[in-house]
Structures are given as structure tokens and as C-alpha cells.
């Protein structure tokens, strides 16, 4: 029994690394997105200087994700102890990494265009800003980019560069990361199939629609109407139609 104990710690010990990382990377998804969400507001009615705050604050969260992440999955991958599963999962975790990356920094690289557009350093300046038809900010984007939680206990004390500073520092993460760590981007496999929830609401949405494609109409007698396939070779009373 407790060579049988002993063996699961060591398999959860071993697994342990790999499940950080992966929970690192679904908060790292969720705050980007929250990032991006925020910027569309920039600009808008809806701009305003609390916005530009929760803005950073949620830049400066994902560039904590971003470091510790980066750290990890080297480690993993040059030094782990893995399996072959592990390693596969820790290689999927690495080309998704490397996706948010590259959507992350197009993002940073949109808000500061739009920030040197609609700058608000003084009252007269929001005299610039659309009326997209935005309306609320993005308080509560925000606030569910707040609520997340790095999934290591000590968060990494690196201090945050500055907007500019941060594109350049996300691109000498990816040139490091491919520096480092050798995986193709062909060899790593999805473990489920691409747009798995819109093909499903399309098959639900054929069969209703193929459902509705015969409808059976009773028709009083000297009331025909003429639509559709009907035509005066009908039975009176019943009547088939083909609804386009």
C-alpha cells in the first residue's frame, strides 16, 4: 500500500508541472481577451481615463502570466521528466503560447496607435472621440480580467515595461522561445476538431430547418390558394406546400 501510495505522488508530483502550465495558459487566453475586448473601446464615447487605467492594470496582469509561462515551459520541455503524453500536452501548451504571442502583441501594437490618436491628457480631447454607440466601458471586461489568478503561489516580481517596451520584449520572447525549445508546429496535434461548437449548432440549425421544409396545411374547401407547389391539380382540403 504505500509502495502503491508512493508511486501516485510521484506520478501527480511528475504531472503537476504540466497541469500549472495549463491552467496558466487559460488565464494567460482570458485576460488577452479581456485586453483586446478593452481596446475597442479606446476612442469611442466610452473612452475615458478610467479605461486607459484598467487597460494597463490588465496589461501588467498578462505580462506576469506571460513571464512565468515562458519560464515554465522551457523548463518543461528542455529538463521535464515527462511522458509521452506529457510531452505531447506540454508541446500543444507551447504552440498556443506562442499563438496568444502573436495576437497579443498586434493588440498592444493597435492600442498604441489608437492612443496617439485619441489622446486624453486634456479636456479638449475628448472633443475627438466617435460615437461609436459604445456604452457602459469596460468595467466589467475588466473586472473579469482582475479575477484571474496565476496559478503559481509567489506571482513574478519582474516589473512591467512600458507599452512600447513590452512589444519589443514580446518579441524577444518569441525569438527565445524558438532559440530554446525545437517544436514544429505541424508535429503538434489538436486534441479536438476545429469550430467542434459551430458545427454543431449548423447541424441542429439543417435539421430544424429540413423539419420545416414540409408543411401539411388544411384548407377549407372553396379557399384554395395558389402558392407554392399547389396549382389547381390539388385535392381539395389538403394541400402541401414547400416552404422557401
Known sequence: MNRWRKSVGEIQARRRPVAECERAQAALSKVTACYQQLATFIGSSS???????????????????????????????LEGDLSQDEREEAERLWVLFMS???????????????????????????????NAGCTG???????????????????EEEQSPDLRAHIAQLECMVHEMLQKVNVPFWSVEATQEAWVEGCEEEEKDDEEMAEEMLEVEVVPPGQERVHGCCHKGCRPGWVLCLLN
Not at 60 to 77: D, E, F, N, P, W
Open 47 to 77: 473612452d475615458c481615463s478610467r479605461l486607459r487605467e484598467e487597460l494597463e492594470e490588465t496589461r501588467v496582469l498578462a505580462h506576469s502570466l506571460c513571464k512565468g509561462l515562458q519560464k515554465r515551459l522551457i523548463t518543461l520541455l
Open 100 to 130: 496568444v504571442l502573436e495576437i497579443f502583441q498586434e493588440d498592444l501594437r493597435k492600442v498604441v496607435a489608437l492612443q496617439g490618436f485619441f489622446p486624453l491628457s486634456q479636456r479638449r480631447d475628448r472633443r475627438a472621440l466617435v
Open 137 to 155: 466601458g469596460g468595467s466589467g471586461v475588466a473586472a473579469r480580467a482582475a479575477s484571474v489568478q496565476p496559478p503559481w503561489i509567489r506571482a
